[in-house]
Every structure is written in structure tokens, then in C-alpha cells.
């Protein structure tokens, strides 16, 4: 928990939003994606591109995403 609460935040991961984690904070993912599923109950992103959107969880509106996810560290462990 030490690490996640001083570096959560910067830990690279597999979704498209960052993480929003800190030492008073364990929100998760500040973020999301609009898909559409399709018959085959496949979520694809609507119009074939992901485009993301984030907010800050208490007040703040909601934008377009401009972050950019790391590559993901050797064996999938942070550093």
C-alpha cells in the first residue's frame, strides 16, 4: 500500500486513463471511453478510435483525455 499511495498514480497500466491514486485517495481509473456493443457482444469504440475522457471525481467537468500511457515496464512490475 506504501508504494501505491506515494507512486500509484505514475504506475503504467493497461487501460487508457490514468490511475488516480495518492496517499488520501484510491479512486482508480479517472477515466473512461464511450463503446457501442455489437451482436456478438464485442465493446468496440464508437466510430472505430478510442477517445477518452477524464474528470476529476468531485467537481471539475468532464474533458478530453490528452494522456498518453507509458510503455509498460519489464515483467509488467513497477519501479
Known amino acids: 500500500m506504501e508504494a501505491i ?3 500509484g498514480a505514475t504506475f503504467a497500466n ?5 490511475a488516480g491514486y ?3 485517495s484510491h479512486v ?3 477515466g473512461y471511453w464511450v463503446g457501442k456493443y455489437a451482436p456478438t457482444g464485442d465493446l468496440a ?3 472505430g478510435t478510442y477517445v477518452t475522457y477524464t474528470t476529476d471525481s468531485g467537481s471539475g ?5 490528452t ?4 510503455a509498460m515496464p519489464a515483467k509488467g512490475l513497477p519501479n
Open 5 to 7: 499511495d506515494s507512486k
Open 14 to 18: 493497461s487501460a487508457l486513463v490514468p
Open 22 to 24: 495518492s496517499k488520501t
Open 28 to 30: 482508480g481509473l479517472t
Open 45 to 47: 469504440p464508437i466510430g
Open 61 to 65: 467537468a468532464v474533458v478530453k483525455s
Open 67 to 70: 494522456y498518453k500511457r507509458p
